[in-house]
């Protein structure tokens, strides 16, 4: 798979296969706009843990790994299972987990 290659699925969807791993697809409800800025936010908090851990920054880590749970919740990856929620618990997911994001990033 090349870098503009979509990873392959499984047949239910619900997860992705990379090298042989399977990872919890990303919510396909999730409008593209509002998916586009959590993985922003996923990339970002991603970035502030290798800065905090190359930095010895224990508190920072945290924070920043915080960051990428609450991404990843919103997005469908971690959490409970999109495919097990109903179509208005999955729009909060996500829409509370941008706005906790968005809130942080301007704090």
Not at 23 to 39: G, M, N
Not at 51 to 57: N, R
């Amino acid at each position: 798979m090349d870098a503009h290659q979509s990873p392959e699925r499984t047949p239910d969807g619900h997860h992705i296969v990379v090298r042989g791993r399977k990872w919890r697809a990303t919510d396909p409800s999730v409008p593209e706009e509002i998916a586009a800025r959590l993985r922003r936010h996923l990339m970002a908090a991603r970035r502030a843990v290798r800065s905090a851990t190359a930095a010895g920054d224990e508190q920072g880590e945290r924070a920043a790994r915080a960051r990428v749970n609450r991404a990843k919740i919103a997005l469908g990856e971690r959490g409970t299972p999109w495919w097990e929620q109903p179509e208005d618990e999955r729009r909060q997911r996500w829409e509370a987990g941008l706005e906790s994001l968005d809130e942080e990033e301007q704090g």
